[in-house]
């Protein structure tokens, strides 16, 4: 872990590290790198998709997996070709602080990139990530693995569809420190067709800096995978990369088989 990591969540917020030529540390929390808040969810036909049920009751009916098998079960840049990803502790995720969504209709969005989380997870594991082809950076973000108990990443997922279908005409919003980050817009986009049941949608910054975010949540029995990521050279390039998606998912998968 390099030393701008340590620095802590909060400071990583505040841009991107690159070492080595092509290895690049990306800040837990990039979306509040260009004054966005903290995310938001819903339930429109665009945003549900296909996903929208549930695809294998034996991997619904699976025991939540913990801590250490999250941590087995997270993606690494083995797994999938062109992205540096690194792992980030539970203590630097936690840093960012709380963001609170002015409308309690969009708080489940607000509070994907914040560290308080209702239902809150029983456990969870980090992981940051930047595409890097021939030493150019790409579309970069965060990954957050989460187990639930009770049927709550189930809720986790309904109330984001919600939030979604609610919120797309923007919300006031403030981020963990308090400062305003208001969300101009949300936009349901394709459903990722992953897992049990998966939604994808982008948010775009209401500062002059326009920035667009992109999310996608996929859930595998227990299990949330959440994503969020950008592209600070391009924001109409920021993206949550397929491949990603599918080789997190499919590990997660085989976790919750074994």
């Known amino acids: 872990m390099t030393s ?10 505040d841009g991107i590290v690159m070492k080595s030529g092509t290895r690049v540390v990306v800040a837990a929390a990039v979306a ?8 938001c969810g819903g339930d429109s036909d665009d945003a549900k998709g296909k996903g929208g049920g549930v695809k294998d009751e034996r991997t619904a009916a699976a025991a939540p997996l ?5 941590e087995k079960a997270a993606v690494t840049k083995a797994d999938v070709k062109g992205f540096e990803i690194e792992k ?18 969009c708080q489940p969005i607000a ?17 940051t990530y930047a595409q890097s082809k021939g030493g150019k950076l790409g579309g970069s973000g965060l990954i957050r693995l989460s ?19 609610a919120c797309q005409g923007g919300f006031a919003a403030k981020d963990g420190s308090g400062k305003k980050s208001d969300v ?32 996608a949540v996929v859930r595998a029995g227990s299990q949330l ?10 924001a109409s390039k920021s993206d949550v990369p397929a491949e990603l998606l599918k080789a997190q998912t499919t590990k997660l998968e085989k976790a919750n088989a074994s």
């Open 88 to 105: 980030m502790s539970e203590k630097e995720f936690s840093d960012g602080g709380s963001a609170k969504a002015e409308k309690a209709a």
């Open 32 to 39: 509040a790198t260009l004054g966005l808040l903290t995310g």
């Open 184 to 215: 101009a817009k949300v936009t349901p986009q394709a459903d990722p067709g992953l897992g049990d049941e998966s939604l994808s949608f982008s948010l775009l910054d209401a500062s002059k800096d326009k920035a667009v975010v992109k999310f």
């Open 147 to 165: 187990t639930y108990g009770g049927g709550d990443a189930e809720r986790t997922v309904k109330d984001l569809r919600g939030a979604v279908s």
């Open 4 to 13: 701008d990591k340590r620095a802590g969540h909060r400071s990583e917020m």
């Open 225 to 234: 995978s959440v994503f969020f990521g950008v592209n600070l050279m391009d």
């Open 66 to 70: 913990s801590a250490a098998q999250l």
């Open 111 to 127: 509070q994907l990139m914040g560290s308080s989380f209702d239902p809150a997870p029983k456990a969870s594991v980090y992981r």
